[in-house]
């Protein structure tokens, strides 16, 4: 067998893809965690914002440099940056053989096959249909206990700023069995967890001789498999987030009581250019709705700060949001201009970078007190924790998720990862909780 390193970068749609890819090559290809020794490495790319291409960018001379030195090497660039550069890329880039765009994972080998004969060797080619359904993902890179799932692709959403859309092309789902049939091997492989990924699973839409089913409906078919296995999901979008899906993550034990729920700003006028279709009140009203019926949910989000024409006001107004939301985590952002879309198109780009900086510095200084103060409502609480593995601190401690995603550790005593334990929860930081397990 030859030698297959993957590297993946962005979001987790992009580590699913992998396993994806990863599963077509495995005829002929083994996973290694070694790039030194590889015969083909795939660089998995992220298009979100302009540093993340640059770092992608830089680690491709790093690859050329060592392919000098092993010639039979070959390397492929997948992913969103495939699809946004597409041929451009091979030009730019000596040290690639081949292309691959989201869409167009079956055909990796015979890119491989183009690319050893010599010639130009790339594929972008978006689909309306293609899910990956009948794939069975190689999963190379998960810790045996949480897994993802790829339940659909593309995003139809069109916010003013994001590439998505452009990238990865129209929205679609998988069907519900085979999404099924994955969750129960996994459950089978002995995983205790599975988060079904898409860029915005809330508008999950399978139809079948008139059957449809939405994403509520199979939430509770993956939770209904196993009181063991938990269930997660990310990401959503505001906009569609129902309160059927709401009662849904309710109702059931092992569905868990942690929704992403990206805001990106705080005022309807920005909201409005960013192309959200829902204003500050109708967002807050959600979260007023999430906080009555899941009263022990937490809830995270992403910000964007210096987008255009952003002022002051419309600044204090995301940081007065995010005071009232209280989230308990949040990825925040500098906004990035990315060609064609429309913000790229319609708005200068008129935040300067010193400003952008003191506005994201603002909001990371203010989530860092409200992920402290959530934690600190858990202190003295008790929570059921998955066990992932042992902590990086020390060999010590275990460290797990309890239902409400946050991080929790403990001293390991004689339990095992994949174990559920009680942890009573001691102290905290604002990234982690500090416990002990209980009730033994
Ligand atoms: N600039 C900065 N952040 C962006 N995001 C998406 N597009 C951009 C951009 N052009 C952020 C959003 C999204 C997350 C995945 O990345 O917050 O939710
Ligand atoms: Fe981008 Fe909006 Fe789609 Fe998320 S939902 S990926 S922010 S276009």
Same mark, same amino acid.
């Given at each position: ?224 498999? /196993? ?6 999901? !990310? %990401?959503?979008? =505001?906009? $569609? +987030?129902?309160? *059927? @899906? ?89 906004? /990035? ?6 913000? !790229? %198109?319609?708005? =200068?780009? $008129? +935040?300067?970078? *010193? @400003? ?85």
């Amino acid at each position: 067998m030859k030698k297959l390193f993957i590297e993946t970068y962005g979001c987790q749609m992009n580590v699913a893809d992998s396993e994806v890819v990863a599963s077509i090559l495995s005829n002929e290809y083994e996973i290694t965690e070694e790039e030194r020794t590889a015969d083909l490495v795939l660089i998995n790319t992220c298009s979100v914002r302009d540093n993340a291409e640059q770092r992608i960018h830089k680690r491709l001379r790093e690859l050329g440099a060592i392919k000098k030195r092993r010639p039979g090497m070959m390397i492929g660039l997948l992913g969103c940056m495939a699809e946004r550069l597409k041929d451009q890329l091979l030009k730019d880039e000596p040290a690639l053989d081949f292309v691959a765009g989201p869409d167009a994972y079956r055909s990796v080998p015979n890119l491989i096959e183009k690319a050893l004969s010599g010639e130009d060797a790339y594929n972008v080619t978006l689909s309306k249909e293609e899910t990956y359904d009948n794939i069975m993902p190689l999963r190379y890179a998960a810790n045996g206990v949480s897994g993802f799932i790829s339940i659909m692709r593309g995003c139809d959403n069109f916010c003013s700023y994001c590439v998505v859309p452009f990238t990865r092309g129209r929205e679609r789902s998988r069907s519900p069995q085979t999404i099924l049939a994955e969750a129960k091997q996994l459950l089978a492989d002995g995983y205790k967890e599975v988060t079904l990924l898409g860029q915005n699973v809330n508008s999950y839409h399978y139809e079948k001789e008139g059957k449809v089913t939405t994403f509520a409906d199979l939430m509770e078919m993956v939770a209904l498999l /196993s009181p063991q296995l938990r269930v997660r999901f !990310a %990401t959503s979008h =505001p906009k $569609d +987030i129902s309160d *059927e @899906l709401i009662h849904v993550i309710a109702k059931y034990p092992n569905i868990c009581k942690f929704i992403h729920l990206p805001v990106q700003a705080g005022s309807t006028s920005m909201l409005q250019r960013m192309h959200r279709v829902y204003t500050r009140e109708q967002y807050l009203e959600r979260i007023a709705t999430i906080k009555r019926v899941i009263p022990e949910c937490s809830i995270a989000t992403d910000i964007i700060a210096g987008f255009c024409g952003e002022t002051e006001e419309e600044h204090q107004a995301t940081l007065s949001l995010m005071r009232e939301v209280g989230y308990a985590s949040a990825y925040m952002f500098k906004y /990035s201009v990315r060609d064609n879309t429309y913000a !790229a %198109t319609h708005f =200068p780009d $008129d +935040i300067p970078e *010193e @400003l952008k900086t003191r506005r994201l510095e603002e909001i990371i200084a203010l989530q860092q007190q409200l992920s402290l103060e959530s934690n600190q409502q858990d202190v003295g609480k008790t929570f059921e924790v998955l066990v992932e593995g042992t902590s990086k601190r020390s060999d010590e401690q275990l460290f797990g998720r309890t239902s409400q995603n946050k991080v929790a550790i403990f001293p390991r005593g004689n339990h095992q990862k994949g174990e559920y334990v009680h942890v009573k929860i001691l102290s905290c930081t604002a990234a982690t909780l500090i416990g002990e397990v209980v009730g033994e």
